[in-house]
């Protein structure tokens, strides 16, 4: 009669003994995505710096905290990159208070302080000009980004600034290059490094390569105190917001998607766009000539199978001469 309690005491114990092993393999496998996670980040940064020539010697890179993940990520790994770079460069931080109502002013000043590095809170009432300029219910996003840049600008002037860094991502130039397709007219995106609107400082993004979900995992990781934007990240209507939904319902339907559309902005072919600017079409003439190059409107052989490695005879009658 006494043995079901003993083999439920045995059990009790094998399973107090397996718990602490449990938690022990569960914090090391945390561990390690941590590390891969850290190491990711760092790669995907420094190529982008190289790849576009973002950083060079002697830079003082501003670089501009929002409060939010992605300016907090940006910080944490080009402090992480500096203390391994070939060559010298300095970091200051600067934070723009636009009078948003509620904003915990304490929260960057506290957390910079305890960095250790230089940095600047400028205050510039802004929120009262956009919701003074611009009806209620409109988007107040470009306005706010216009005046902020303004500001921007100045500090880097005023503190010898050489480059101001900006958090976008990958996902934000995706989205923006959705934006400007479906709503403005252009192929145009952000680029990784620009000259400033005033022509007087050079910009950079150097987390280009980064996808916003990384950042999100680093920030949860590293504890970021994260300051939410009252003024516009409320408005659940924007344009941005539901491109960003449309490419995450994509890369549920059809993974690698995303990475395959970001892959497309640094492949362009002018040569099969529309733009008399990037591609001299009057001075198409045929060559007698075999070009790689031709009329290929679509590049989907690794996938669909070759067609130009087929004769001609042994594809299907609507494939010969296709309309």
Known sequence: MNAPDENAELHAQAHAGSAPATGRRSAERAR?????LDKRLARLTGQAIRDFGMIAAGDRVMVCLSGGKD???????LLR???RAPIDFDVVAVNLDQGHPGFPKHVLPNYLK???IPFRIEEQDTYSVVKRVLPEGKTLCSLCSRLRRGVLYRLAGELGATKIALGHHRDDIIETFFLNLFFGGKLKSMP????????RHVVIRPMAYVSERDLETCAGLRGFPIIPCDL????ENLQRKQIKRMLREWEKLFPGRIESIFNALSRVTPSHLLDRALFDFAAVAATGQPDQAGDRAFDGDEEFGSFATVPVTVLPVALRNPA
């Open 32 to 36: 390690i995505e941590a590390n891969k």
């Open 71 to 77: 300016s907090y990520g940006m910080l944490d790994v």
């Open 81 to 83: 990159l500096r203390e």
């Open 114 to 116: 305890g960095m250790g």
């Open 192 to 199: 990784p490094k620009l000259v400033s609107d005033d022509g």
């Open 232 to 235: 516009c990240g409320s408005q």
